[in-house]
C-alpha cells in the first residue's frame, strides 16, 4: 500500500509576508496552497492509495470564507 502523510497545514497563518496584488493573500497563505497543492500532485503522480491528513488545516477554529474555499 502506499501512503503519503502529512498534518499542519495551518492555513491563515500569514503573519508574515506580503499581500498579493493579484489575490489579496499573503504571500505566506500562497505559500502553504502551494505545498498542498504539490502534496496532491505527488499523490496523484506516484498513485497512491491513500493521502493521509492528520489536522490542523487552519490556524484556528473559525477560519475566513476565502480560506474555506
Not at 33 to 43: E, K, N, P, S
Amino acid at each position: 500500500m502506499r501512503l503519503i502523510h502529512f498534518s499542519d497545514l495551518h492555513l491563515g497563518v500569514d503573519n508574515h509576508g506580503a499581500l498579493d496584488p493579484e489575490t489579496g493573500l499573503s504571500t505566506r497563505v500562497l505559500d502553504f496552497l502551494r505545498v498542498f497543492d504539490l502534496i496532491l500532485d505527488r499523490a496523484i503522480a506516484d498513485r497512491v492509495d491513500a493521502v493521509l491528513f492528520t489536522g490542523d488545516a487552519f490556524k484556528n477554529r473559525d477560519p475566513s470564507p476565502t480560506l474555506q474555499r
